[in-house]
Nanobody, 121 residues
Framework: QVQLVESGGGLVQAGGSLRLSCAAS????????MGWFRQAPGKEREFVSA????????DYADSVKGRFTISRDNAKNTVYLQMNSLKPEDTAVYYC??????????????WGQGTQVTVSS
């Protein structure tokens, strides 16, 4: 019912910044909590951040707290992840998801294809 497309990934040096976008179509995302997950080579997919339906509640993994900021613009049907002070360990494919949240990937029903983020040292 919901199609999600991530963009904004790329190659950046350690300490740099990127902003990821997740554009939704098919249904309004105002009905869903939205989350960001990532998967590094050889590792399991892990929770990064989530935001409530109205945007009033935000949740972050300890590894990104203070560096990443999640936001949403329901009028544009888009979710963002601002990533600052990037570290090489942030290198991963980043996925956005729509569902009931917040941290368990099994609580999300719809997933994007992912966008690659590579942080060099």
């Amino acid at each position: 019912q919901v199609q999600l497309v991530e963009s904004g990934g790329g190659l950046v040096q350690a300490g740099g910044s990127l902003r990821l976008s997740c554009a939704a179509s098919g249904r309004t995302i105002s009905n869903y909590a939205m989350g960001w997950f990532r998967q590094a080579p050889g590792k399991e997919r892990e929770f990064v951040s989530a935001i409530s339906r109205g945007g009033g509640i935000k949740d972050y993994a300890d590894s990104v707290k203070g560096r990443f900021t999640i936001s949403r613009d329901n009028a544009k049907n888009t979710v963002y992840l601002q990533m600052n002070s990037l570290k090489p360990e942030d290198t991963a494919v980043y996925y956005c998801a729509a569902g009931s949240g917040p941290r368990d990937s099994r609580q999300y029903n719809y997933w994007g294809q992912g966008t690659q983020v590579t942080v060099s040292s």
